[in-house]
């Protein structure tokens, strides 16, 4: 209970993949940065869940997205 290792499988996949950037803002993820798993396309816009479809953002530049692809609709 309260362990998710596929979670830290998927986020450490990212992280290689994304040379340890931030999708949104191109900056390296420093130790203390909240971090968030994106969907790419939305789920609320039928995105897939799956790795291809995701990708690593600080939190902060998460909520930006969020708040311009329409992910709050549907999924709040
Ligand atoms: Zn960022």
Not at 21 to 27: D, E, R, S, T
Not at 45 to 57: A, C, H, P, S, V
Request: one cysteine or more.
């Amino acid at each position: 209970m309260g362990s998710y290792p596929d979670v830290k499988v998927e986020v450490a996949k990212l992280l290689k993949t994304q040379k340890g950037k931030c999708a949104i803002c191109g900056l390296h993820f420093q130790d203390g940065d909240l971090w968030e798993v994106d969907h790419i396309t939305p789920r609320s816009k039928k995105g897939k869940n799956t790795l291809r479809n995701k990708q690593l953002l600080h939190r902060h530049c998460h909520d930006v997205k969020s708040r311009n692809d329409g992910s709050y609709e549907g999924c709040a």
